[in-house]
């Protein structure tokens, strides 16, 4: 039916209406606009749904209320036992809540299916093959109505075999007055001419109409009301009867403490309270009826003033309801039932675990961990103007002093000096609209871009069983909930680009990804979402029956959304030079790796003939037009050739679809691989690392789109002792596209820092074209310079606010913004920690209760302390060495004790080396295994 609805407090003054169908579809009204909910779900009286605010807002009004709202509600009977009454609460993303009611307007009882019974005099039976039903409907107070004709078939078999033919027609001008029903329909679709006027009104139950047809000729016919369908059976209410302990209130765990725990005993004659020192306390107003409970409490007998009015509903175990205290707020609680009304249990007889497991929070973060967003809480995109800043653009504009930056729809929509917001002109339309934040004194700057990283790498950066793996993909293990998306935040970091490890001489591909915290889904963090990446064969023919037969054909040689790239790897880690394990996988030697790349890419070019002479065969039967039949009959008699997906990704370098980012240390090694691309055609993406490249820099800026170095390390093993801390600075002299990464957790959230050793080390570097190293370079380098890396009209808005000068140690990122999207504040970071201290000190509560309930605290204590209960000496789970000795065993607990410390200050052991991206640990655990 149709449901008016009153909100309180009062908002505007608009109508706002729920229309629920027949199959319990909610449409939410708003004004003159509608949005369909969803998650509906109906439970006896209970009913409860979301929807999408923003789909109702009067953006032109300045009434816009973004977000996905959540709804419960009540349903309340008329004395004829039909819904009438409805009373509930409006859940906003911002964690506010709005309590409405809503009265049902009943239907006109013409409402329902009819089939007709007699026509002209002559009866007609359910069974007849030439038979009428109409079907009446009401929406919003306005009637619609459906015709279904059934007749018997006209000619041919079907005819023959007594089959029939059904025609369904949309009624017009249908309206309703009391008892009498008006219509037109057209006749056309029944093989008849014009249009039929139809008046009909409702008689003891029937209908008795009348149709005019267009040549004046009336027709008369009476219909029965056709009998609904019977809906499934409801479960049978649960009895609310019985003696509940409340465990949270607005989410929040109560004490469950033996001076401080709240009862509520819900017998059949009425409701009473037990509390604080067993005292009892009786309810008002008390009603116990199928699965609810209401009832009131006069607070003047424990000490207070007012009335608090109670209502719940029974659900399995819990009573959950809500309470309207005097002040006039709402507040829910659940309570979990501990026995029957005539018998409370002590306390300590009470399953805490039963109780703990109700009070966890209804609403659980994303990611599920510290620093996770709540529902209520997600970041969205908005409406907003930084003025007043130091403006760090990226391109020609430089760096603009008292700037302003618009961001609106995920992108910036104006750049410029602040002067000119205060002059508006039509370039600033919906001016008005925006947020406006004073940024006086601090400084705006694209989002740092991390060319080198292995962020939220799950389980695994290496794939190190062959010497070729370029049919792994880091995009099928991306992981959302890693804790360095949100670190990285704090530096700044908007988009990486996740390497597989250096184990291989050809090793996996590449991810590009946004540093979307809060994504549900792995394929979101992905630098274009869940589109970035294809799984479609780039080399089969365009329109191919077999892709056609499952997907649309323009997909099949789609472009990926981002440039996919491969890691290729050089020097000691491929050869396996540093590990301690025997050398058994080709390649060991120099020699060896250029042998097998060269190998592979001449494998390559044979797979693309292969592919190319299938094309060519394939492609003059696409351009004939046959039916799909036929062409998929003719196509299929050319046998294709067999899918390598190794070769695949390899091919795709050779043809420009895919960028090879080398791990790459000697200048030898750098000319080898540069030469090679060169013989087959095509060019690199960047030289990683690349520590001897500035002494070949003109060979790295011919044969790539740039390298990407380290700052300033060193010296860190054998075939980088000649690294120096100058070599980007050389190779951007030259003219290279030079950026800074970190292949590096914990470095990456200091990239800036990193970008200020550019002008340290260089001939006057100027601070801008430092910052580059670490936003427009690795951007350009990735080839999403046309999304992100400078700040530009039309660009993604993916930029961090610093609170000094970006270059400065002395400063730090107060806000990051990706898509738009505020990820990170310093404001939001410390509501984020309060959130976790919460969540922790819940956690530990109920770790302490447990251990209390076993008698002692021995039980929590075990669980936190079992670790150092293992060990011995005053280091032994600390990190420290507890004394100076070198021997095998204590070196061993050494780097055991460092690698748990890592693990315990949340720091995954398998990414905390830089520089070998992610092989030294594996020398490590070696080492700690060995007899």
Known sequence: ?????????????????????????????????????????????????????????????????????????????????KPAVMTGEILAPGGGRISFSATRRPSSPMVGSWRVTEADGAPRGAEDVDSLVLDLSESAGKPALKLTFTKPAKDGPA????????????????????????????????????????????????????????????????????????????????????????????????????????????????????????????????????????????????????????????????????????????????????????????LEEIDRGQCFAAAVPELLPVPFGAYGYLPQDQPGQENLILKNATVWTGDKNGVMQNAAVWIKDGKVHWIGPAATLDAGGSALADLDAARVVDATGLHITPGIVDCHSHTGISRGVNEGGQAVTAEVRIQDVTDPDSISWYRQ????????????????????????????????????????????????????PMSAPEAASTRDDKLVLASNKVIPGIKFALGENVTQANGSGQRSRYPVSRMGVEGLIRDRFTAAQDYLKEWKAYSDKVSPLLRLRLAPDELRRRVGEIA???????????????EHRRLIHCHSYRQDEILMLARLTRDFGFTLGTWQHNLEGYKVADAVKQSSRGASVFSDWWAYKVEVQDAIPYAGAILHDVGATVSFNSDSDE???????????????????????????????????????????????????????????????????????????????????????????????????????????????????????????????????????????????????????????????????????????????????EYLHRP
């Open 1 to 81: 039916g149709y449901w008016s609805v009153t909100v309180n407090p009062a908002g505007r003054e608009i109508e706002r209406a729920l229309l629920i169908d027949k199959d319990n579809g909610i449409t939410v009204k708003r004004g003159d606009k509608t949005v369909r909910a969803t998650k509906a779900n109906f439970d006896n009286s209970l009913i409860s749904f979301t929807f999408d605010h923003g789909a109702v807002d009067f953006p032109e009004e300045n009434d816009v209320h973004p977000g996905f709202f959540t709804v419960s509600a009540v349903v309340e009977n008329d004395a004829n036992g």
């Open 159 to 346: 005819k023959d075999a007594g089959e029939k033919t059904t025609t369904v027609i949309n009624a017009d001008e249908v309206k309703i007055e009391n008892d009498k029903l008006t219509f037109t329909h057209d006749l056309k679709p029944i093989g008849g001419e014009g249009k039929s006027t139809d008046m009909v009104t409702l008689s003891n139950d029937a209908l008795i109409g009348e149709s005019t047809l267009a040549d004046g000729a009336k027709h008369t016919y009476k219909a029965a009301r056709v009998p609904p369908k019977q809906p499934p059976a409801l479960r049978n209410p649960a009895d609310p009867t019985g003696a509940y302990v409340m465990v949270s209130v607005d989410d929040k765990a109560e004490a469950l403490k033996k001076d401080d725990a709240t009862f509520i005993v819900v017998g059949k004659d009425g409701v009473k309270l037990h509390g604080k020192g067993d005292k009892a306390y009786a309810a008002i107003n008390a009603s116990v009826a199928a699965d609810r409970v209401s009832y009131s409490v006069d607070m003047s007998q424990m000490g207070g003033t007012g009335t608090v009015k109670v209502t719940a509903i029974r659900y399995s175990t819990l009573l959950i309801g809500s309470m309207t205290v005097p002040d006039g707020s709402l507040h829910t609680f659940k309570a979990v039932r501990v026995g029957d009304a005539d018998a409370i249990p002590k």
């Open 489 to 540: 935040l704090a530096g700044g970091v908007t988009a990486v680009n996740n390497l597989h490890g250096s184990a291989n001489p050809i090793g996996g591909q590449n991810c590009v990804n946004k540093n979307r915290w809060g994504a549900a889904h792995p394929d979101d963090l992905h630098f274009a979402g869940r589109e970035s990446y294809s799984d479609a064969n780039p080399f089969a």
């Open 640 to 654: 294709p050739p067999h899918r390598d997906l190794e070769l695949e990704a390899v091919a795709q370098l050779i």
């Open 747 to 925: 470095l990456a959230r200091r990239l800036n820092t990193d970008a200020a050793k550019a002008i340290r080390y260089s001939n006057a570097l100027p601070p801008e074209e430092a910052l580059k190293f670490v936003t427009t370079n690795p951007a350009y380098q990735l080839a999403i310079d046309d999304r992100v890396g400078t700040i530009a009209a039309g660009k993604d808005a993916d930029i961090a606010v610093w609170s000094g000068n970006p270059l400065s140690t002395g400063s730090r990122a107060v806000r990051t913004f990706v898509d738009g999207k505020e990820l990170f504040s310093l404001e939001r970071d410390a509501r984020l920690r309060a959130q976790n201290a919460a969540g922790r000190e819940r956690i530990i509560q109920n770790i302490i209760k447990l251990g209390e309930e076993a008698g002692s605290t021995a039980a929590a204590d075990d669980f936190f302390f079992a670790g150092s209960k293992a060990g011995s000496g005053a280091g032994a789970e600390t990190g420290v060495a507890s004394d100076t000795s070198t021997s095998g065993a204590d070196s061993r607990g050494m780097l055991s004790n460092y690698l748990l410390d890592l693990a315990r200050r949340g720091i995954d052991p398998t990414q905390s080396k830089p520089l070998d991206c992610g092989c030294g640990l594996t020398a490590d655990l």
